[in-house]
């Protein structure tokens, strides 16, 4: 059965959609764009920064879950700016141990006009 996913702070709520959503094996988040708890969207933060904050809102989703980012089977990011991989890959080497399968895709634009933005699968098991 399919179950959606509530967080404390509505990091990333804009629109008709769920934040995440399980079927008590797997965990699917919604994109997240680098905004904060506050509601500020992080347009204008370094890629860097920005991709942090995507990791964080992901972290939120899957927190309210009882998981958390060494859960995550695979994620895709989406960028504006192709060459910015580097930066993107520099946060996430801060934020994982073991990395999850990844799949990088360069957009012509993004909700808000930030420069990335990142899902995720993840998995309940331990």
């Known amino acids: 059965m399919v179950q959606t996913i509530d967080t404390e702070n509505s990091t990333g709520q804009v629109g008709n959609f769920n934040l995440g959503t399980t079927n008590g094996d797997l965990v699917f988040t919604a994109g997240q764009v680098p905004?904060?708890?506050?509601?500020?969207?992080?347009?204008?933060?370094?890629?860097?920064?920005?991709?942090?904050?995507?990791?964080k809102n992901i972290q939120s989703v899957l927190e309210a879950e009882g998981l958390g980012l060494d859960n995550i089977l695979k994620t895709t990011v989406y960028m504006v700016d192709i060459q910015n991989w580097d930066k993107v890959n520099e946060a996430y080497g801060e934020h994982f141990e073991t990395y999850p399968a990844r799949t990088a895709i360069g957009v012509t634009g993004l909700w808000g006009a930030v420069d990335v933005e990142i899902e995720a699968i993840a998995t309940t098991e331990p």
């Open 35 to 55: 905004e904060t708890d506050n509601g500020d969207v992080l347009d204008d933060a370094p890629i860097k920064e920005q991709t942090a904050q995507c990791l």
